[in-house]
Nanobody, 122 residues
Framework: QVQLEESGGGLVQPGGSLRLSCAAS????????MGWYRQAPGKQRELVAT???????KYADSVAGRFTISRDNAENMVYLEMNSLKPEDTAVYYC????????????????WGQGTQVTVSS
């Protein structure tokens, strides 16, 4: 059974920084897409940043230039470095992986972490 576990959330003052981590455990063949999403109270879940197996990245306009996504393929982990945090960044942050379960199937399946709370407040 594949599981994703996020860590690194917490309370930070405006202008501060946090680093989120997400690790995959269990049995699988490979990971393609890795991404971070967030959901604020009363709002829909939105894309924050994504990174492909080749290292191509994409960011939401609201975080571009402040957040950096990276991945460690050897450790099956993805990171989100968040700088210059604003109150509007407050949300539950979720990681998402698209992974291939076995060598015998080319299908990629989505898996989500349980979420980690990020609160930006003075």
């Amino acid at each position: 059974q594949v599981q994703l576990e996020e860590s690194g959330g917490g309370l930070v003052q405006p202008g501060g920084s946090l680093r989120l981590s997400c690790a995959a455990s269990g049995s699988f063949f490979s990971i393609n897409f890795m991404g971070w999403y967030r959901q604020a109270p009363g709002k829909q879940r939105e894309l924050v940043a994504t990174i492909t197996s080749g290292g191509n990245t994409k960011y939401a306009d609201s975080v571009a230039g402040r957040f950096t996504i990276s991945r460690d393929n050897a450790e099956n982990m993805v990171y989100l470095e968040m700088n210059s945090l604003k109150p509007e960044d407050t949300a539950v942050y979720y990681c998402k992986f698209l992974l291939r379960r076995t060598i015998y199937s080319a299908t990629y399946y989505p898996y989500w972490g349980q979420g980690t709370q990020v609160t930006v407040s003075s």
